[in-house]
C-alpha cells in the first residue's frame, strides 16, 4: 500500500500520488466513499416515457433500473431479485408491460418495485418472508432527485439534496433546457458505449483541460480547416457550422489562454464556450425568431447569450450544455471505465438546429471520430505510465498557488490553468477522508 493508510497523504495542492489511479484498494474506497455517497447521474426522464419502461444503468458498480410506473412516477431501483438474487432486466431497456417479472421463479414486481406476486404462496406459510415483509421488494436507491429532468440517485440516506449539491452546476441543465423554446429537452434515445482502458478520473481531467486541444488535436483542426478553405474557394460561402467543431482546434494558445474555468464546490467545474455559437445562417436566425416569440426578446437574449462549453458534474457528468451533449462516467476498474455518451433534442426547435447537435455527436463525441481517437489514445498512455515505476507524482501545478478563491468558488487566472484538476482532487480528498 504507497499510502499507508493516509489516504489524505495522496493528494497536495500542486500534486497527487499516482496511486489515485492504479491502486485497486483506492479504487474500492472511491466507491464506497464517493459514488455511493454523492448523487450519481441515473438517466433522463424521457427514456423511460411509458408505464412499464425502464433503462438500466450503474451506479458506481451497482446495477441499477430507471423504471416508469402507471401513475407517471419514475424510480430507481437496485437490479436484484429478492428471491435468491437474479438480475430483474438483463437488458439494457424496454417495457416490462405491467410488472418486472423475474426469470427464475416468476416472482412478479410493480414498476416501483413493490412485490405484485409470489408464486406458490403457500409455500410461505408459517415462514418469515411475505407480501407484507419488505424484504419481498426491490430494494430503492435511497434518495432520487430530478433537475429538470434529469434524474440522479445516491445510495446514502444522508448528504445535500440534489440541488445544493449541484450548486453552480446547475448551469448545464439550465443553460441546456432554456435553449428550448419549451424549455426542456427530450434524449435521443440511444447512445454511443465506450470502454476506455483508463481510470475514470482520467476523463473528467481532460474535459477541463484546455492546453491539451490545440496539441492533442492539432492534426484533425489542421484538416478541417483546409477542407473550409477549399469549401470557401469552391463555394465563395461560409462553411457550415459543424465544420467549426473541428476547426476550432486550431485555436492558437492565447485564445485557450484567455478562457475562464470555474471551480464549484464538491469538484464541479465549468468552462467557458470559445466555438461562437450563434452564426447568421437563415436556420440559427430561424431559431433566434422561435426564442424571442417563446420568451421575449430580453430573456431570450440571456439565454442564448449563456457562453459555456463544459459542465463537469463530478463525478460522474461532462455536459455540453449549447450543444445538448452528455457524458456519463460509469467506473468498471481502476484502469476501465464506461462512457455513455448521450444527446438531446431541444423542444420545440426546428429540425436545423438539432442537426446541429447530431453533427457535434457524430464528429466530436463519437467513439468513430479522430478527436474522441486522440483523447482515448492520451487516455491509456497515461494510465500506462502511471503503471510504471519511473515516479510516483502527476503533476497539476501549472499556476498553482495562484487560484483566485471567493466564497469557495475558485477562477482560473489564466484559461490553460490546472486549476479545474486541483478543484476536482480537492473534493476526491474530501469524500475520501470524510468517515475513513
Ligand atoms: S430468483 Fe427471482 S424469482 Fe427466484
Ligand atoms: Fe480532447
Given amino acids: 500500500m504507497a499510502y499507508n493508510g493516509n489516504i489524505g497523504s495522496l493528494v497536495e495542492p500542486d500534486r497527487v500520488h499516482r ?19 454523492s448523487w450519481i447521474y441515473v438517466g ?15 451506479i458506481g458498480r451497482q446495477r441499477m433500473i430507471l423504471s416508469r410506473d402507471d401513475n407517471g412516477g419514475v ?20 417495457n416490462a408491460g405491467k410488472a418486472f417479472r423475474c426469470s427464475y421463479h416468476a416472482w412478479q414486481f410493480h414498476m416501483d418495485g413493490s412485490v405484485r406476486q409470489i408464486p406458490v404462496k403457500n409455500g410461505y406459510d408459517n415462514t418469515r418472508m411475505s407480501m407484507e415483509n419488505p424484504a419481498a421488494s426491490m430494494k430503492k436507491a435511497e434518495r432520487m432527485g430530478v433537475y429538470r429532468g434529469f434524474v440522479f440517485a445516491s445510495l446514502a440516506s444522508e448528504g445535500p439534496d440534489l440541488v445544493d449539491w449541484l450548486g453552480g452546476a446547475k448551469a448545464a441543465f439550465d443553460d441546456m433546457c432554456d435553449r428550448a423554446p419549451e424549455g426542456e429537452v427530450e434524449v435521443v434515445p440511444t447512445c454511443f458505449r465506450v470502454v476506455q482502458k483508463s481510470n475514470w478520473k482520467i476523463f473528467l481531467e481532460n474535459q477541463l483541460d484546455a492546453l491539451h486541444p490545440s496539441i492533442t488535436h492539432e492534426s484533425t483542426g489542421m484538416a478541417a480547416k483546409e477542407i473550409e478553405r477549399q469549401f470557401e474557394d469552391r463555394t465563395g ?38 466555438m461562437g455559437l450563434r452564426p ?24 442564448l447569450g449563456v457562453n459555456i462549453h463544459h459542465v463537469l458534474v463530478y463525478p460522474c457528468l461532462s455536459v ?29 426547435a426546428p429540425e436545423p438546429i438539432y442537426r446541429r447537435s447530431l453533427a457535434y455527436f457524430y464528429h466530436v463525441n463519437s467513439p468513430s471520430t479522430m478527436v474522441n481517437a486522440d483523447d482515448l489514445h492520451n487516455f491509456w498512455s497515461c494510465q500506462e505510465g502511471l503503471s510504471l515505476d519511473g515516479g510516483d507524482w502527476v ?24 486549476a479545474p484538476m486541483r478543484n476536482q482532487f480537492r473534493a476526491w480528498k474530501t469524500y475520501m477522508t470524510a468517515g475513513g
Wanted: hydrophobic content about 30%.
Fill in 19 to 37: 496511486a489515485c489511479y492504479t491502486d485497486q484498494e483506492i479504487f474500492e474506497l472511491e466507491m464506497d466513499r464517493i459514488f455511493y455517497k
Fill in 44 to 58: 433522463h426522464e424521457s427514456q423511460v416515457p411509458n408505464p412499464g419502461d425502464f433503462w438500466t444503468t450503474y
Fill in 75 to 94: 424510480h430507481v431501483l437496485y437490479n436484484r431479485c429478492p428471491h435468491r438474487g437474479a438480475l430483474l432486466c438483463p437488458e439494457r431497456n424496454g
Fill in 237 to 274: 460561402d461560409a462553411p457550415p457550422m459543424s465544420y467549426g467543431m473541428l476547426s476550432a482546434f486550431t485555436l492558437p494558445f492565447e485564445k485557450w489562454d484567455s478562457l475562464e474555468t470555474i471551480g464549484h464546490p464538491h469538484g464541479h467545474c465549468i468552462l467557458q464556450g470559445y
Fill in 280 to 303: 447568421s445562417d437563415p436556420d440559427s436566425v430561424h431559431y433566434e425568431e422561435i426564442m424571442k416569440a417563446a420568451y421575449g426578446a430580453e430573456r431570450a437574449e440571456e439565454i
Fill in 320 to 348: 455540453q450544455s449549447p450543444l445538448q451533449q452528455l457524458r456519463a462516467v460509469r467506473p468498471l476498474a481502476p484502469d476501465r471505465t464506461l462512457t455513455e455518451i448521450w444527446h438531446f433534442r431541444l423542444k420545440g
Fill in 395 to 418: 503533476s497539476f501545478h501549472r499556476n498553482a498557488g495562484q487560484d483566485p478563491e471567493q466564497d469557495g468558488i475558485v477562477t482560473s487566472v489564466t484559461g490553460m490553468s490546472e
